[in-house]
């Protein structure tokens, strides 16, 4: 059965603090990983996708990197903008399987 | 502007009354699917499409129907709502990037 797990499960943060946010995976047949941004009562709003091991992208002051177990998300530098809940999910076989998030505070 | 949309945003129902959620997208992308978000559960996929007249089960299946006539159009449909059906649902569109409606929140009583 595939799995996804993210840790930790909350971050406090102090603005400019940066950190990393952890997804850990068991699957078959990865297709892609995806991460996403979710704010209070709203839909997810996509991030990144990743592929390969060794695959990094960034926007702004995030990145994402991906290894054949788990994927990170750093943020550097964070502003109070950028709390929200980060969500990780894995795509095999055309079914996208989600972890349980991360929760981002980020305190001016 | 490129988006996913979802009707009603909100809807309080009764067990046993038939009840469709629609979504459509303007991106022309052949896969959609649905989710449920429930505190403490997350976000678990119910069904997905990968094109017109082709969908397949996700995690949370029973309980609920889909169709695929036209690209743009994916309803969800609750035949006989029941209480622990009672969530927040998502559509999404894409295939490499994945993109998603606002939300449905559903409360059925």
């Known amino acids: 059965e595939d799995q996804v797990t993210q840790s930790p499960e909350a971050l406090r943060l102090q603005e400019g603090e940066s950190s990393s946010l952890n997804c850990s995976y068991t699957?078959?047949?990865?297709?892609?990983l995806f991460w996403y941004r979710q704010d209070p009562g709203k839909g997810p709003e996509f991030l990144f996708t990743l592929y390969s091991a060794g695959e990094e992208k960034e926007k702004e002051r995030l990145k994402a990197t991906l290894t054949k177990k788990e994927s990170f998300l750093h943020i550097t530098a964070p502003k109070p903008e950028d709390s929200a809940t980060y969500l990780c999910a894995v795509w095999v076989d055309y079914k996208l399987s989600f972890g349980a998030g991360t929760t981002v505070t980020v305190r001016a | 502007e490129a988006q996913v949309t979802q009707n009603p945003r909100y809807l309080i129902t009764v067990t046993g009354k038939k009840l469709t959620v629609t979504c459509s997208q303007n991106?022309?992308?052949?896969?959609m699917s649905w989710y449920r978000q429930d505190p403490g559960l997350g976000l678990r996929q119910i069904y997905y499409?990968?094109?017109?007249?082709?969908?397949d089960k996700g995690d949370v299946p029973e309980g609920y129907k889909v169709s695929r006539k036209e690209k743009r159009n994916f309803p969800l449909i609750l035949e006989s709502p029941s209480p622990n059906q009672t969530s927040l649902y998502f559509c999404a569109s894409g295939g490499d990037e994945q993109y998603f409606g606002p939300g449905t929140r559903l409360t059925v009583t």
């Open positions: 991106m022309n992308h052949e896969y």
């Open positions: 699957v078959s047949g990865l297709r892609g």
């Open positions: 499409s990968m094109n017109v007249e082709v969908t």
